[in-house]
C-alpha cells in the first residue's frame, strides 16, 4: 500500500493548527457568545482555552507514539477498540466536515459588505478550490495555509493595535451580568474554537520529524491562539456596545468600522474571508484523513484509503469528504447542526483523555517521544470538565451527539464487526485489573479453621455413590480438623402429620448409620449420622446447615423435573439462601482422583473452586489442570493475558499445575477424574443467554462450587468479568 510523504514542516503544521482555529472562533462566535454571557465572554475564551490543555498534551503524547493518519480516531480506536474507534471516527469526520462547511459559508458574509454576491454559490466555489488544492498535496496545502495565516494575522494585529486607544472601560461594566451559568453556557459555546488546535494528529503521517514538530504545533498554536482570542474579543466589547455586535453575522467589521473606518473594514473582510478559508481548507486536509485510516483498519472500504501514485494523496477520501461539505453548503442550515457536530467534538475530547490512560496502563507497546506531565490527574481533569461542558449544549446538541454515536454503532454492527477482530489496550489493562482482583481473592482465600462439611442426602443413592459423597467431604473437612454431618432426608405431602410413626427410625437408616460409622473409622473422620423427615427438604437443608454452623453442604445435582421448572428449582433456593458453600455433584464415583480438573469458562476461577481443588488435590497426592475454553474470536493480547493469570495462579498453588485451553467438544490430553467448576450466578444469568462453563464432555464426578453469597464478588464485577474476558 502506498504510502503518504512526509512533507509538512513546522510551519506548516503551526499553520494548520492555527489556521483551523482562528475563522469561526473570532468572526462568528464571538456575536452568539455576547448574547449569552455579555462582556464575561472574554473570560469564557480563556476559561475554554484551559480546558483543552488536557487533550492537547493527551494528543500530542498519543502523536508522538503513534504518527499515523487519522488521529483522534487512531488513538481511540487503539485505545477503547473498534467499537468507540468506529464512533469517532466517523463523529470527528462528520463535525470537522460541518465546521469547514460553516466556515465558508460564515466567511461570505463579510465578502458581501463589499460585493453584491449570491451566499450559497461563492460559498460552494471556494469549496470546490480548496478541494481541488486538497487533491493535489500536502505540501501544497501546507504552503496555503502557511501564507493564508502569515496575511490574517497581520491584518487581525493591525486591527487590534489600532483599536486598542479607543477601548472604554465602560463597555466592561456589569461583566457578570449573567452568573456563572451564562459564563459556562459561553464556554461551551466557544470551546468549539478550540476543536482545531489538534487537527495537525490527524496529519500526523505527513509531518516531518513528528516527535517534536507535532507536540510543538499543537501547544505552540493553543498559547498563541488563547492569548489572540482573548485579546481581539476583549478590544471588540471595549471599542462597541455589545448590544450593536451581538447576533451580527459580521461582528469584527462593526467594530473595525467603528475605530478604523472603512479602511478597517476592508481589511477585517480581508482577513476574515483568508480566516474562513484557512479553517476550511484544514478541514478538508484533517476530515479525509479520518475515513483514510478507518479504511486502512477495515472500519471503511478499502477505497477510501487508495492513494493517487501521482499526488500521494487520499483521492478517494478528500473527493468524499469535498462532495459532503458542498451538500452541506448548498442544502443544510450550517450554523445550527454545527453546534450539534461540535457538542460530540467536546465528547471525543473527553474519550482521548481516556485513551491516554488505557495506554500507559496496558500491555501494549506504548513508547511516546513526548510525555504529558501531571499524569493522570491531568486527563481525569479532562474528562470531567468535557462532561460537564456537555451539559451546557443544550437538549437539541446533545441529541445530536447521540444520533451521531447511533449511526455509527449501526455502522459498526453492520459493516465493521464481521471484518475486524481486534480490542484496545483499555479493555486488556481492564482485563489485567479485574484478573488481578481476582488473583488476590484466591490468595486471600482458604479453609481455615474447623470445617464441618453437611451431606445432604435428598435420596436412596446405593452404598457407592452415598460413599463417594462421604470420600469427598471428609477430604474437604480432614484438613481442618472437621466434621461430616450426614443426614438423610425424606419428604412427606404437606397433609401427612409430623407423626411419631412417621419420623420412627427405619431399618434402611439404622443400616445408613452402621455404614457412615464404618466409614468414619476408616477415613479417620468423625461423622455424625442423622435422618430427618419433613414437608420441605430444600428449608429442612438450609436449617440443619444453620444449626450445626457448617462451612460446606454437599449433595447431588439432581436434573430438574418438569414441577421444579414451572415453580422453582429447589437447588437454587438453597444455593440463594444456604448460610455457607454449596457444592453439588454430578456423582459417577469419586476413588482418590489423581488428576483433577478445574474448568473456567473464560473468565477468572472463583475462590471457593480454587482452595476447593487444592484441596483435594493435595488430599490424594494427585495433579491439578486448569481448564480454560478455547476462543476462536480472542486477540492474541486476550491470550497472553490469559496465560500471565494461569501462570501467576500456577504459581500461588502447592500443588502440581498444568494450563491448557479445550474445546467444547473435547481435545483433552487426558480423562480427568474429577472436574470442578463454578455454578452460574443467580444474580446474571438472567442477564446473559449463555451462563454455563462450557466444560468438555467427560465420564468423570463433576462438582459444581456455589460460594456463600458474602463470598461472591460484586454484581458490578461478575458483569465486568464476563465482559472483558
Known amino acids: 500500500m502506498k504510502e503518504l510523504e512526509r512533507d509538512l514542516g513546522l510551519p506548516s503544521v503551526l499553520a494548520i493548527s492555527i489556521g483551523a482555529m482562528i475563522g469561526s472562533g473570532i468572526f462568528i462566535l464571538p456575536a452568539l457568545a455576547l448574547k449569552i454571557a455579555g462582556p464575561a465572554v472574554i ?83 471556494l469549496a470546490t478550490v480548496l478541494i481541488l488544492v486538497n487533491l493535489l498535496g500536502a505540501k501544497q496545502t501546507g504552503r496555503l495555509q502557511v501564507g493564508i495565516v502569515v496575511v490574517m494575522l497581520a491584518a487581525l494585529g493591525w486591527f487590534a493595535a489600532g ?85 451580527s ?82 442544502f443544510v442550515p450550517i450554523l445550527e447542526i454545527a453546534k450539534l457536530a461540535s457538542a460530540f467534538q467536546i465528547m471525543v475530547f473527553a474519550l482521548i483523555n481516556v485513551a491516554v490512560v488505557a495506554f500507559r496502563q496496558g500491555s501494549a507497546e506504548y513508547e511516546p517521544a513526548f510525555t504529558s506531565p501531571l499524569y493522570p490527574w491531568m486527563q481525569i481533569f479532562g474528562a470531567v470538565t468535557g462532561v460537564l461542558l456537555l451539559t451546557q449544549m443544550g437538549v437539541i446538541a446533545l441529541a445530536g451527539a447521540a444520533l451521531i454515536t447511533l449511526a455509527s454503532i449501526v455502522w459498526y454492527a453492520i459493516y465493521v464487526r464481521p471484518r475486524v477482530r481486534r480490542e484496545g489496550v483499555a479493555r486488556d489493562a481492564i482485563r489485567r485489573r479485574v484478573g488481578r482482583d481476582a488473583i488476590a481473592d484466591i490468595e486471600s482465600d482458604s479453609l481455615t479453621g474447623s470445617h464441618d462439611v453437611l451431606v445432604a442426602l435428598t435420596k436412596d443413592l446405593g452404598a457407592e455413590r452415598e460413599r463417594s459423597l462421604l470420600s469427598m467431604a471428609a477430604d474437604i473437612a480432614r484438613p481442618n480438623d472437621g466434621r461430616v454431618i450426614a443426614v438423610r432426608f425424606e419428604e412427606i405431602p404437606d397433609q401427612a402429620p409430623l407423626t411419631d410413626e412417621v419420623t420412627v427410625q427405619s431399618s434402611a ?65 438453597v444455593v440463594r439462601h444456604a448460610p455457607c458453600d454449596v457444592l453439588l455433584v454430578d456423582n459417577l464415583g469419586y ?57 501467576e495462579l500456577s504459581g500461588m498453588l502447592s500443588v502440581p499445575v498444568r494450563s491448557r485451553a479445550v474445546r467444547p467438544d473435547g481435545g483433552r490430553d487426558s480423562s480427568p477424574d474429577l472436574v470442578i467448576h463454578d455454578g452460574a450466578d443467580h444474580r446474571i444469568r438472567h442477564v446473559l443467554l449463555d451462563d454455563s462453563p462450557p466444560t468438555p464432555p467427560t465420564s468423570a464426578t463433576t462438582v459444581t462450587v456455589y460460594p456463600q453469597a458474602t463470598r461472591r464478588p460484586p454484581l458490578g464485577r461478575r458483569l465486568l468479568e464476563r465482559f472483558v474476558f
Request: aromatic share 6%.
Open 163 to 247: 483599536s486598542a486607544p479607543s477601548v472604554q472601560s465602560a463597555n466592561y461594566a456589569n461583566f457578570f451580568a449573567d452568573g456563572v451559568g451564562g459564563l459556562l453556557a459561553a464556554t461551551g459555546l466557544v470551546f468549539v474554537s478550540y476543536a482545531g488546535v489538534t487537527k495537525v494528529a490527524s496529519v500526523a503521517e505527513e509531518v516531518e520529524n513528528p516527535d517534536r514538530n507535532i507536540p510543538v504545533g499543537i501547544l505552540g498554536s493553543l498559547t498563541f491562539t488563547t492569548l489572540l482570542y482573548v485579546a481581539i474579543v476583549a478590544v471588540m466589547v471595549g471599542i462597541t456596545d455589545p448590544g450593536a455586535i451581538a447576533g
Open 591 to 647: 476413588d482418590s482422583p489423581g488428576h483433577v480438573v478445574l474448568s473456567g469458562d473464560g473468565t477468572p476461577y472463583g475462590p471457593r473452586s480454587v482452595t476447593l481443588a487444592e484441596t483435594l488435590v493435595t488430599a490424594n497426592d494427585g495433579t491439578l489442570s486448569l481448564w480454560y475454553p478455547a476462543g476462536r474470536d480472542r486477540t492474541d493480547r486476550h491470550e497472553e493475558t490469559i496465560a500471565d493469570l494461569e501462570a
Open 43 to 125: 473570560l469564557a475564551y480563556l476559561l475554554a482555552g484551559l480546558l483543552v490543555v488536557p487533550a492537547a498534551l493527551s494528543k500530542s503524547e498519543m502523536a508522538t507514539a503513534m504518527p499515523e493518519a487519522g488521529g483522534t480516531y487512531i488513538y481511540i480506536e487503539r485505545g477503547m477498540g473498534p467499537l468507540l474507534g468506529t464512533i469517532a471516527g466517523v463523529g470527528t469526520w462528520f463535525s470537522l466536515s460541518f465546521k469547514g462547511a460553516l466556515a465558508l459559508v460564515g466567511g461570505v458574509p463579510y465578502l458581501l459588505l463589499i460585493f453584491d454576491l449570491p451566499l450559497k454559490p461563492v460559498a460552494l466555489g
Open 509 to 573: 437408616d439404622r443400616s445408613f448409620e452402621r455404614r457412615t460409622s464404618e466409614f468414619a473409622a476408616e477415613s479417620g473422620v468423625t461423622i455424625d449420622a442423622e435422618e430427618i423427615v419433613s414437608h420441605d427438604t430444600k428449608h429442612a437443608i438450609v436449617n440443619v446447615a444453620e444449626e450445626h454452623d457448617v462451612e460446606t453442604i454437599l449433595a447431588e445435582h439432581e436434573p430438574l423435573r418438569l414441577r421444579s421448572r414451572l415453580f422453582g428449582d429447589p437447588v437454587d433456593w
Open 249 to 330: 453575522l459580521t461582528p469584527v467589521a462593526v467594530a473595525a468600522e467603528a475605530t478604523l473606518g472603512q479602511a478597517g473594514v476592508v481589511v477585517v473582510i480581508v482577513a476574515a474571508v483568508l480566516a474562513l478559508i484557512s479553517t476550511a481548507n484544514a478541514g478538508v486536509l484533517s476530515s479525509s484523513r479520518y475515513p483514510f485510516a478507518m479504511s486502512r483498519d477495515k472500519l471503511a472500504p478499502p477505497s477510501l484509503s487508495t492513494v493517487s501514485d501521482r499526488f500521494g494523496t487520499p483521492v478517494t477520501s478528500i473527493t468524499l469528504t469535498g462532495a459532503v461539505m458542498l451538500v452541506l453548503i448548498a
